[in-house]
């Protein structure tokens, strides 16, 4: 699992910014900014969410949060699968009322 510091220069650098640039932006200077990324000083929140904001990504990826991506396709099939073991467990119940009555309970 990777660190903050680590997801801060992730993102840091996926937007093409040197350290000096990202601390610029941030209204730090560069040496505060590398102790940031290299896990040498412990973010405070409000530092982590202007971090967040200028990277445009948001907090919870900087703390390492798994971003997950659905498509339509992916939540419609998800959806019939439901509505399938729903009448699938429907049909059970009935078996269950069924064997019931047959026992005479």
Do not use: H, W
Not at 27 to 44: R, V, Y
Request: charged letters at 30%; hydrophobic letters at 40%.
């Amino acid at each position: 699992m990777k660190s903050i510091g680590e997801n801060i220069k992730s993102s840091r650098v996926a937007l093409g910014l040197s350290q000096a640039a990202a601390a610029k932006l941030l209204n730090i200077s560069t040496p505060a900014f590398c102790k940031i990324e290299t896990g040498q000083t412990d973010l405070n929140l409000s530092r982590l969410l202007q971090i967040a904001k200028t990277f445009k990504v948001s907090a919870g990826e900087l703390l390492g949060e798994t971003v997950v991506e659905t498509n339509g396709d992916n939540i419609n099939s998800l959806k019939q699968e439901l509505v399938e073991k729903e009448e699938e467990l429907n049909k059970l119940r009935k078996k269950v009322i069924d064997l019931y009555d047959k026992l005479g309970m």
